[in-house]
């Protein structure tokens, strides 16, 4: 590959990497030593210069870091998941402590996410079954939303603040409207079954090549990620390395497309930002992976079905390209805002950002 820089993390292993939504020079790593395993953590703020990337800060927990989001409404401040449960947000003018603190879930928080449209708040989710709204103002939580078992990852809907999802152990994407009454199952409007199979119309779907596709045996959601060009559809993937997308609008309906190719769990998928069909996932196979959803690609389905009936056709996406220099696990990937559209960053437990070019992997 021609394209890439790397900065490396010796002693702490990355959990997370950010891109800045202000600049397209800055981004953040969240790591833990021992592979978070036990002892501390400490979050990078890095900067890209002509020399290279250079740390430009750092701040230390005393337990793991899982995950961080960069403040949307001010660019010199990120908040950190870390494993005692807290939530610590960090400015970049003040030295060494946090500026605030948030502590309310009982076990690791695995997963934070900063309001995109208002910006006035933020979410996580811990694997003590819960999500949490918050304001960077106030140290108590404003709303606690109920999962009930290990939740990886949650997320805001990129064009709506009253949506709100989750993916979990249980093998379900939830969706959480906060305009509906908190009696209505706590704001839970939608639980799509990541591993199930189409239960609404024909009850059953057929991949582009003709075969049926009869769902998964159910296994952990590790991650998950909002399009940006179409709010209604979510990639998913985890434990079984298949990274499949929805339509929220159709809980019953089964995937949209599915990816297969990871060897290992997908540990991070990506819209992104720059086109409506293309996305980067990362693995424990210590590979990151880019693919389009064939969404943007004409169909061409031939085949009969029972009684002359046309099943919903679940898109199979293609593999565009492949990067390979981590040399363990990789734990986190974010693309650019800025630019022409393609420059990646990846993490992995190999103690090593990559920062690249993905426009280069793409194959025609």
């Known amino acids: 590959m021609a394209s890439m820089l790397e900065f490396r993390t010796p002693g ?38 002509a020399a290279g990337v250079q740390c430009e800060k750092s701040f230390e927990t005393n337990d793991a870091q899982y995950d961080l989001a960069w403040s949307e409404i001010n660019e010199n ?35 934070v996410c900063w309001n995109p449209v208002t910006k006035d708040s933020f979410i996580s989710s811990s694997w003590d079954g819960t999500v949490k709204l918050w304001s960077p103002t106030r140290n108590e939580s404003i709303k606690t939303l109920p999962i009930g078992c290990c939740t990886y990852s949650t997320s805001y809907c990129p064009s709506n603040p009253a949506l709100i999802s989750s993916v979990s152990a249980d093998s379900s994407l939830r969706i959480f409207d906060l305009r509906t009454p908190v009696s209505a199952k706590y704001h839970l409007t939608n639980v799509i079954p990541v591993h199930a199979p189409a239960t609404g119309g024909q009850g059953y779907s057929r991949l582009a090549d003709g075969s049926i596709y009869s ?51 997908v540990r991070r998928v990506a819209w992104s930002p720059h086109a409506s069909d293309i996305l980067v996932s990362a693995s424990y196979d210590m590979s990151v992976r880019v693919w389009t959803d064939g969404s943007t690609m004409p169909q061409n389905v031939q085949h009969t079905v029972p009684s002359g009936r046309q099943p919903d056709t ?13 040399t363990e696990f990789v734990t986190g990937v974010d693309w650019c805002l800025f630019g022409a559209g393609g420059w990646c960053a990846s993490a992995g437990w190999d103690e090593r950002v990559l920062l690249w070019d993905a426009a280069s992997l793409l194959r025609g």
Not at 15 to 37: E, F, M, Q, W
Not at 77 to 96: M, P, R, T
Not at 314 to 326: I, S, W
């Open 77 to 111: 401040q990120l908040i950190v998941a870390c494993g005692d449960g807290s939530i610590k947000l960090f400015d970049l003018g003040v030295e060494n402590f946090p500026v605030m603190n948030f502590h309310e879930h009982k076990r690791e928080t695995f997963s």
């Open 215 to 265: 769902g998964a045996v159910p296994n952990e959601v590790l991650t998950h990620d909002w399009n940006k060009y179409n709010d209604t559809v979510i990639a998913t993937a985890g434990v079984d390395r298949v990274i499949r997308t929805f339509d929220i609008r159709n809980p019953a309906g089964g995937p949209l497309a599915v990816m297969t190719g990871h060897e290992y769990a």
């Open 314 to 326: 679940v898109r199979a996406g293609t593999q565009l390209g492949l990067m390979n220099r981590h």
């Open 12 to 49: 702490y292993n990355p959990y997370a990497v950010k891109y800045s939504p202000y600049y397209d020079s800055r981004l953040a790593v969240a790591t833990a030593s021992n592979y978070g395993i036990v002892g501390n953590g400490r979050v990078f703020c890095l900067g890209l210069s």
